[in-house]
């Protein structure tokens, strides 16, 4: 018998890769398990693993230690002497800690944090699973956290509260799917149009020529500035890291056509 078409072409909604499964899984589990920790201990985890830029400023940006803590002095803000303190306890060994830029990715701050990112790993990871397998959606996450936290910490350098989260990680999967999500659909030998992780990815050009790349970029972009800055309705549980989620972004943009496996549409420009 002859497979169906429109059987064929159909993507139950939750049925996710694994490698996207078990990402959220891992992300959940973290932080179900931080719940069991004492407060203090769990403190000592962020100091550990999350993005501190002031540590990576003094360690790798010849800023030196006193200079940190005279602008978190000059902080108009009744806690300015606790981040003082802070600031002391967390320079005082001069680490770098190069792995924070990425195990900061694996903590978030609430419940609300790590669900909204699974939620946004799982619509944009999912398309990015199918298309390039397990390793190389991996190697996109790792380098768009990386990415992320780098521009994070070069924007906020003398910054000492941690910083966490996927929300870089998942930026460059949502980058890198808009390379290929709204291509136009090609027809495959066995009769039926590609899917969307299967169109093959357009050239730059051609997305910045085409109208649904720029509303999907629009938006995201006007999102970030709404959470980051004006943060309507008491929806953020903390300040938004946008640095963070831009330099996601921009380092999946470049990145994946290293990564894409399918080669590139010829251009629909004119000559």
Same mark, same amino acid.
């Given at each position: 018998m002859m497979p169906n078409p429109a059987r064929s072409s159909r993507e139950p909604i939750l049925n996710l890769p694994s490698v996207v499964a078990w990402s959220i899984g891992v992300l959940v589990g973290i932080h179900a398990l931080r719940s069991f920790?004492?407060?203090?201990?769990?403190?000592?985890l962020l100091l550990d693993y999350a993005v501190i830029p002031a540590r990576w400023a003094v360690a790798y940006g010849g800023v030196e230690v006193q200079e940190v803590l005279n602008a978190l002095r000059r902080a108009s803000s009744p806690e300015s002497s606790s981040l003082v303190a802070l600031g002391r306890f967390v320079l005082q060994?001069?680490? $770098?800690?190069?792995?924070?830029?990425? !195990?900061?990715?694996?903590?978030?701050?609430?419940?609300?944090?790590? @669900?909204?990112?699974?939620?946004?790993?799982?619509?944009? $990871? !999912?398309?990015i699973a199918r298309?390039? $397998? !397990?390793?190389?959606?991996?190697?996109?996450?790792?380098?768009?956290?990386?990415?992320?936290?780098?521009?994070? =910490?070069?924007?906020?350098?003398l910054q000492i509260i941690p910083m966490i989260g996927a929300s870089a990680a998942v930026s460059g999967m949502m980058a890198a799917a808009s390379w290929f999500m709204f291509a136009p659909a090609e027809w495959l030998p066995e009769g039926r149009p590609t899917l969307a992780h299967e169109r093959r990815r357009e050239g730059l050009l051609d997305i910045v020529r085409n109208r649904q790349v720029l509303i999907f970029l629009g938006v995201w972009f006007a999102a970030n500035?709404?959470?980051?800055?004006?943060?309507?309705?008491?929806?953020?549980?903390?300040?938004?890291?946008?640095?963070?989620?831009?330099?996601?972004?921009?380092?999946?943009l470049a990145f994946f056509p290293l990564?894409?496996?399918?080669?590139?549409?010829?251009?629909? @420009?004119? =000559?």
């Open positions: 920790l004492s407060e203090e201990t769990d403190f000592r060994d001069g680490e $770098g800690r190069p792995w924070t830029a990425l !195990t900061y990715a694996f903590l978030h701050g609430s419940w609300s944090h790590v @669900l909204i990112n699974g939620i946004w790993l799982a619509a944009f $990871g !999912t398309p298309r390039c $397998g !397990t390793g190389r959606f991996l190697a996109l996450a790792a380098v768009s956290a990386v990415g992320g936290a780098v521009l994070y =910490a070069f924007m906020n350098s500035y709404l959470f980051g800055f004006v943060q309507p309705f008491g929806v953020a549980d903390a300040s938004i890291a946008w640095e963070a989620h831009v330099g996601g972004f921009l380092v999946g990564l894409d496996p399918l080669p590139p549409r010829r251009s629909r @420009l004119p =000559a």
